[in-house]
C-alpha cells in the first residue's frame, strides 16, 4: 500500500517528484494542477491537470429552511489528495531549509580553517 494513497489512486507513480500544484474553482469543478522536477530528457510532462467535480450540497439557511441558493462542496477525495500534496511540498521544504542549513555550517567551518591556518603560517614564518 502507498503512502500516499490519494495519489496513487490519480495514477501518479513517483509523488516524490511533485514540485509544487495549484488548486482554483472553475464553476461546478475544481482544477488541481501539479507540477513535477523532471530531468531534461524525460518525456513525462512537467505538470497535469485533474478536474474534480463539486457535489450539491442539501442545506438549509439558519431557520429550517431550505437554501435559496445551491451550496457545493469539494469532493472528499480531493481533500484527501490536498492534504497528501500539503504533506510532500512541507517535507521538501524542510530538507531544503536542512539543506541551505549544512551549506551555513560548512561556509562558516571553511572560514574559521582559512583563519586558523593563516594563524598557524604566521606563526611559523615568525620561526
Known sequence: ???Y???ADMGIQN???ISKYTLRQ???E???????NRHTDSYLPNSRKYKFSRS???GFDGDSVPATSDAYEISPFLLKAVAELDQIVADKAA??????????EIDHLER???MKLAELKRRLSAL
Open 30 to 36: 475544481d482544477v488541481l494542477k501539479i507540477y513535477y
Open 56 to 58: 450539491l450540497k442539501a
Open 95 to 104: 530538507g531544503h531549509d536542512e539543506k541551505q542549513e549544512i551549506l551555513n
Open 26 to 28: 472553475e464553476g461546478i
Open 1 to 3: 500500500m502507498s503512502e
Open 15 to 17: 509523488p516524490l517528484e
Open 5 to 7: 494513497q490519494a495519489l
Open 112 to 114: 574559521v580553517v582559512s
